[in-house]
């Protein structure tokens, strides 16, 4: 029988950690956060860094909560925090 990977522990903390995080966006609703200075020198990567980005609403935060989840990218509070 194939084991599986994850024990339930590390996935109960996991879920734990996605939490904190989603609870960080949902946080700043209404706030800028600063995409951090990556590797990438697209405009978009470039423009979320210098200007950053309003969280509109729930629905936004929980995007951006994503996309930083599947894009690799990070946010903070501050421009120049790494
Ligand atoms: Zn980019």
């Given at each position: 029988?194939?084991?599986?990977?994850?024990?339930?522990?590390?996935?109960?903390?996991?879920?734990?950690?996605?939490?904190?995080?989603?609870?960080?966006?949902?946080?700043?609703?209404?706030?800028?956060?600063?995409?951090?200075?990556?590797?990438?020198?697209?405009?978009?990567?470039?423009?979320?860094?210098?200007?950053?980005?309003?969280?509109?609403?729930?629905?936004?935060?929980?995007?951006?909560?994503?996309?930083?989840?599947?894009?690799?990218?990070?946010?903070?509070d501050?421009?120049?925090?790494?």
């Amino acid at each position: 029988m194939r084991k599986h990977k994850i024990e339930p522990e590390t996935n109960v903390n996991a879920i734990t950690a996605w939490k904190k995080r989603k609870q960080w966006f949902v946080d700043r609703i209404g706030k800028r956060v600063y995409r951090c200075p990556i590797k990438c020198q697209c405009d978009s990567c470039k423009n979320g860094h210098i200007n950053g980005i309003l969280i509109h609403d729930y629905d936004h935060a929980i995007y951006l909560h994503l996309a930083e989840g599947e894009m690799g990218i990070r946010y903070t509070d501050a421009k120049y925090e790494q």
